[in-house]
């Protein structure tokens, strides 16, 4: 899997969840299901929040590969809020495919971010 990371701003700058970090943490955690349409980011700029990411038809495009590599087999990560932290790429496949639920694991507290303040492009990826 491809270095990434979840990204929240804040008022203290934006927050940085390392994604390999986050799926590590909640390994063990019970898997359940819900749906789709319960995810609030299927309907917000998620992929293209930054002022400097551009939905230009080439970054739609590699989104649109990254859907049909994703594996539905494994859950998509929640953070203690329902808020996604992993699993865009996922979730996106499922609506396509007709699916109505989706796998989630759900952190009962949020992990503290790995990075806060660093801008996205500085990140170590």
């Known amino acids: ?19 390999h970090r986050l799926i590590e943490l909640s390994r063990d955690f019970p ?8 995810i ?25 590969k990254l859907m049909e590599e994703a594996s539905l087999d494994y859950p998509i990560i929640l953070c203690a809020n329902g808020r996604l932290m992993d699993g865009m790429h996922r979730i996106m496949k499922a609506l396509a495919q007709g699916y109505t639920d989706i796998a989630v694991v759900q952190f009962e507290t949020t992990p503290e971010p790995d990075f806060i303040g660093v801008p996205a492009d500085k990140l170590p990826y």
């Open 1 to 19: 899997m491809r270095k990434q990371y979840n990204l929240r701003p804040s008022k203290k700058g934006l927050k940085a969840w390392d994604v």
């Open 31 to 38: 898997i359940k299901r819900v749906l789709l349409s319960a």
């Open 40 to 64: 609030s980011e299927v309907n917000e700029a998620y992929w293209f929040q930054d002022p400097s990411q551009i939905p230009t038809c080439a970054a739609i495009l590699e989104h649109m």
